[in-house]
């Protein structure tokens, strides 16, 4: 006899035979719960018996005609989205709870209406008076947006039908119920069910949906990434509370490139795109002080700056501290490790604290080469001389290794005012006019070169 139950994590959806405290493939805490098994289908019979209709093939370069998109004529969505909406298409947007995510969509609906799509917005957590009143605070109550406050799927999807919008966006998918799963709603099986079930219709009635989902730490409500493999585009809703900006980061997407970002700021009247984040994320800096390395970074397809800072401190702890905001903590150790052994500078019995500004998270290598400037700037309390920028990745033997997009990078430099650039030694070093250019080949070279012999 099969067993009836089995036991899932509802942050990624990995399936385990019996409990256990911690998830193994996210490494979530007390995310595994018992869920009913996903029933696997007839028996006895099998798929070749019975004839199908045989399906026409094609090669690989018949051209078949692009998928048509509609702008929303915001630049920072747009470009996120991989040049705008997909017909047919669906898409998830995921985010902390309280993040903007409502707001957003509120406000990308209010866009795409304009420009001629007909959008219906279902919101399964807020009344129509709640939505109805977010909308005249962003001053988007005359935009012909049809709204609905629903949980109940069988009802969306006959009205959907109906109505047969160009677009539909869910909000939230975790409050979709559908009455075939037995569960309550927010389970993994309801969420899979109802994001299953609008990603067919989508797709077979030429409506692309948005789905929005909340990234929960309590493990009785499924998380996001229990859908991630059924919709065509992924994004997150990304930024720290305390700060104004967001980030919008393309995970997946089936139309166009992954790890495009948008940049926008919460503002009183909503979120406001960002053209050049490079500026803002540089506006807030003051005077040179040590510890602070501007960093030449690339998101998705642009060039962005940001500054990094770094602060070093003698601990009154047996194990000093390790703190990071906005980067890797293993690739921080793996720093420290190379700066310690290939450098001779030591980081025993201090406390280090990184922080990248603004609420950015960088994931790339790149900025090896800026966050050892900034922690021996801040240990040896010594400034970077002004209006220098600096990048490279960092490899074990203590090496430096020349990074994708040189030039990108030293031209938004150059085009910000910046002077001077450390990098690191590549064959063919690209030119920026009006921007000095210090390479070096190893790290124990660079610190050598930016903070003198030691
Ligand atoms: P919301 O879109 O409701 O977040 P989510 O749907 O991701 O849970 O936005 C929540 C926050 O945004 C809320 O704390 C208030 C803030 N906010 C503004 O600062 N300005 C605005 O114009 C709006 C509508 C919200
Ligand atoms: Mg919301």
């Known amino acids: ?183 309550a709603p927010g389970s993994v099986s309801q969420v899979r069910a109802s994001a299953h079930e609008l990603t067919t219709f989508a797709k077979r009635n030429g409506m692309a949906v948005i789905m929005v989902g909340h990234v929960t730490k309590e493990g009785a409500i499924a998380g996001p990434r229990v859908v991630e493999h059924m919709v065509d585009t992924v994004l997150y809703f990304e930024g720290e509370r305390g700060h104004q900006f967001r980030i919008l980061r393309a995970v997946k997407n089936r139309f166009g490139p992954a790890d495009e970002i948008g940049v926008f700021e919460m503002t009183g009247k909503g979120l406001a795109e960002v053209r050049n984040p490079s500026a803002l994320f ?84 790149a900025a090896d080469l800026a966050v050892a400037a900034a922690l021996v700037s801040a240990r040896e309390d010594a400034t970077l001389p002004e209006k220098t920028v600096v990048f490279g990745e960092i490899s074990l033997s203590g090496a430096l290794r020349p990074v994708v997009q040189t030039e990108n990078r030293l031209k938004e430099a150059q085009k910000l005012g910046f002077t001077e650039a450390i990098v690191p030694q590549q064959a063919k070093q690209p030119a920026v006019s009006g921007l000095q250019q210090r390479s070096a080949t190893t790290l124990t070279g660079f610190v050598e070169s930016v903070f003198g012999a030691r």
């Not at 911690?22 to 028996?43: M, R, Y």
């Not at 798929?47 to 702008?71: K, M, Y």
């Not at 906005?326 to 604290?353: H, K, N």
């Open 1 to 183: 006899m099969a067993k009836d139950f089995s036991f899932s994590c509802s942050e990624c959806g990995a399936v385990y035979r019996k409990w256990a405290g911690q998830c193994e493939s996210c490494q979530a805490w007390n995310t595994i719960h018992e869920t009913k098994a996903l029933s696997s289908g007839p028996k006895g019979k099998t798929l070749g018996a019975v004839r199908g209709q045989a399906i026409p093939l094609t090669d690989l370069d018949t051209q078949e005609t692009e998928p048509p998109r509609t702008q929303a004529g915001v630049g920072e969505l747009d470009r996120v989205l991989g040049g705008g909406l997909v017909k047919a298409s669906a898409l998830l947007v995921g985010g902390d709870p309280g993040i903007g995510k409502s707001t957003l969509l509120l406000q990308a609906a209010a866009r795409f209406a304009r420009n001629g799509l007909k959008v219906i917005y279902i919101s399964g957590e807020e009344s129509n008076a709640q939505v109805q009143m977010r909308a005249r605070r962003l001053g988007l109550e005359k935009s012909p947006v049809l709204l609905a406050a629903e949980t109940n799927l069988r009802d969306i999807l006959t009205t959907l039908e109906a109505e047969r919008p160009d677009l539909a966006i869910i909000d939230s998918i975790q409050t979709m119920w559908a009455d075939t799963v037995e569960s």
């Open 282 to 365: 540089l506006s807030e800096r003051g005077a040179p002080a040590p510890g602070s390395v501007v960093f030449a970074g690339i998101e998705g397809s642009r060039p962005m700056l940001c500054e990094i800072q770094a602060l070093v401190a003698p601990s009154p702890h047996s194990q000093p501290r390790r703190s990071v905001v906005g980067w890797d903590g293993g690739r921080l150790a793996m720093i420290l490790a190379v700066l310690e052994s290939r450098c001779g500078i030591p980081f025993t019995g201090l406390d280090v604290y990184l922080n990248v500004a603004g609420g950015l998270r960088i994931n790339e290598p």
